[in-house]
């Protein structure tokens, strides 16, 4: 009887034992399943943080920057000459370099203009300060200096040094290039205005933008500076400017 008894108490003694094992392994298993969530979560935000940063310092300076700016404000650095530059589409001219970026994007945005039937034509890209000197110093002979510097740029200050300007005309109707108000009334002045900033490009100085940008309305005048900024800018306004969209400062009056 006393054998049977101390049989039973190990058996007891066993059950207890394996159900009180079996308890402890379910919870450790259910705090590890637990534990890989929050790790997860840490390693996730340094990522997004650092893919955030080069938007938020656009840089106006570096020679090989999309968004290095020309204006009344912003001299380019002396003598700069962009580093890939490389041929666009025939302007029947030698100014028909743009940088490689930009050179790519008109070539697909004049085949995507053709394919809706506009027949654009590329007039003038970059041009160096040499080439630009000797337009102004043109331009100043023919008007005389205040005139001059509404229409041209000073050597040293043109968006078209960028390597990241066209001037952009019609190939059908010719009357209206280089006019502001003809050639945004033109089927091509037009579908650039709809469609320019999906191939990167922004109208660089609109209808009464004077003030911000320093010069005349020139609706054939447009400027690369990727698709991600120039649909962003668009989306502003179609009319919003480079200076006003990044707020710095341009106006008519030259700095130097
Ligand atoms: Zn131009």
């Known amino acids: 009887m006393k054998r049977i008894m101390t049989v039973l108490l190990v058996i007891m003694l066993a059950v207890l034992g394996l ?15 637990t534990t890989p969530e929050p790790t997860a979560e840490v390693t996730a935000q340094p990522t997004a943080a650092a893919t955030a940063e080069p938007t938020a310092t656009p840089d ?21 000459v962009p580093s890939d530059l490389t041929w666009s589409v025939d302007c029947g001219t030698g100014a028909c370099y743009m940088r490689e970026p930009a050179a790519e994007a008109l070539q697909e945005m004049f085949s995507a203009a053709a394919a809706d039937g506009v027949n654009l034509t590329l007039l003038s890209a970059y041009r160096s300060e040499d080439y630009q000197a000797t337009l102004y110093n043109g331009y100043v002979s023919s008007y005389g200096t205040e ?3 509404k229409i041209s740029s000073r050597p040293g200050y043109s968006d078209h ?8 005309g019609s190939s059908t109707d010719s009357s209206a290039d280089l006019n502001g108000p003809l050639f945004a009334a033109t089927a091509e002045g037009q579908w650039l205005y709809e469609h320019a900033h999906e191939y990167g490009f922004i109208e660089r ?5 004077e ?3 320093g010069y005349n309305f020139e609706s054939w005048h447009y400027r690369y500076v990727g698709v991600e900024t120039a649909t962003a800018i668009y989306n502003v306004d179609p009319e919003e400017t ?3 969209y990044f707020n710095v400062s341009g106006g008519t009056t030259y700095t130097e």
């Open 242 to 244: 480079f200076e006003e």
């Open 205 to 209: 100085y609109p209808d009464g933008k």
């Open 19 to 33: 159900a009180v094992y079996s308890y402890l392994n379910k919870d450790s298993q259910a705090s590890a399943a």
């Open 161 to 168: 040094q960028t390597g990241l300007a066209a001037d952009i």
């Open 211 to 213: 003030e911000y940008t």
């Open 147 to 149: 005139r001059a510097d």
């Open 60 to 80: 106006f300076t570096s020679g090989d920057s999309l968004l290095i700016l020309a204006n009344k404000s912003h001299k380019l650095p002396d003598g700069y």
